[in-house]
T-cell receptor, first 111, second 113 residues
Framework: LAKTTQPISMDSYEGQEVNITCSHN???????ITWYQQFPSQGPRFIIQ???TKVTNEVASLFIPADRKSSTLSLPRVSLSDTAVYYCLGGGYNQGGKLIFGQGTELSVKP | DTAVSQTPKYLVTQMGNDKSIKCEQNLGHDTMYWYKQDSKKFLKIMFS???????INETVPNRFSPKSPDKAHLNLHINSLELGDSAVYFC????????????FGEGSWLTVV
């Protein structure tokens, strides 16, 4: 199973770009890499998903190197409302449905 | 309409009681989960059902018993509640075709006193 490792916490200021890296050394060949965001008192919600290279949506970008052993979530120009916990997800449905979350990165955005 | 809904949102109960948390998803997904999140924010998978069949049981005390009457519902019953059961319990669902995209409920805050 793909165990993930990511920094426990990060601090940033409004308007900065934030990059959070997750390592998933034993991710399966056909598994996607997915990131979730969780605000206090809410359930995690999907941000972005990718398989390799780069994926971009209206919220974030996801960079995945060729070896797929890590991925970087990039949040452009963060605001106070981006303060949340960000989870990198390794594993997938192909591994018997066991979707394992890492410990998450607590991002604090300051004014 | 809420995609994954769970009730109750808050539950305060005494040690030794038995309680249930209910979950329903209207996304047509074939797989549902229960996750437990403790005070350290760690999301730990507890159970997973696929089309009403238990496929994952992650070394959870047998005081916890999930029940899936149909593939849109997954309830969690907890017997003889202990202080350490205090946590936030999240129901979630996904589908084979959606890859890793899991849809979570809003959580049920359980406090055992």
């Amino acid at each position: 199973l793909a165990k993930t490792t990511q920094p426990i916490s990060m601090d940033s200021y409004e308007g900065q770009e934030v990059n959070i890296t997750c390592s998933h050394n034993n991710i399966a060949t056909n598994d996607y890499i997915t990131w979730y965001q969780q605000f206090p008192s809410q359930g995690p919600r999907f941000i972005i998903q990718g398989y390799k290279t780069k994926v971009t949506n209206e919220v974030a970008s996801l960079f995945i190197p060729a070896d797929r052993k890590s991925s970087t979530l990039s949040l452009p120009r963060v605001s106070l409302s981006d303060t949340a916990v960000y989870y990198c997800l390794g594993g997938g449905y192909n591994q018997g449905g066991k979707l394992i979350f890492g410990q998450g990165t607590e991002l604090s955005v300051k004014p | 309409d809420t995609a994954v809904s769970q009730t109750p949102k808050y539950l305060v109960t005494q040690m030794g009681n038995d309680k249930s948390i209910k979950c329903e998803q209207n996304l047509g997904h074939d797989t549902m989960y229960w996750y437990k999140q403790d005070s350290k924010k760690f999301l730990k998978i507890m159970f997973s059902y696929n089309n009403k069949e238990l496929i994952i049981n992650e070394t959870v005390p047998n005081r916890f018993s999930p029940k899936s009457p149909d593939k849109a519902h997954l309830n969690l019953h907890i017997n003889s509640l202990e202080l350490g059961d205090s946590a936030v319990y999240f129901c979630a669902s996904t589908n084979r075709v959606s890859g890793n995209t899991i849809y979570f409920g809003e959580g049920s805050w359980l406090t055992v006193v």
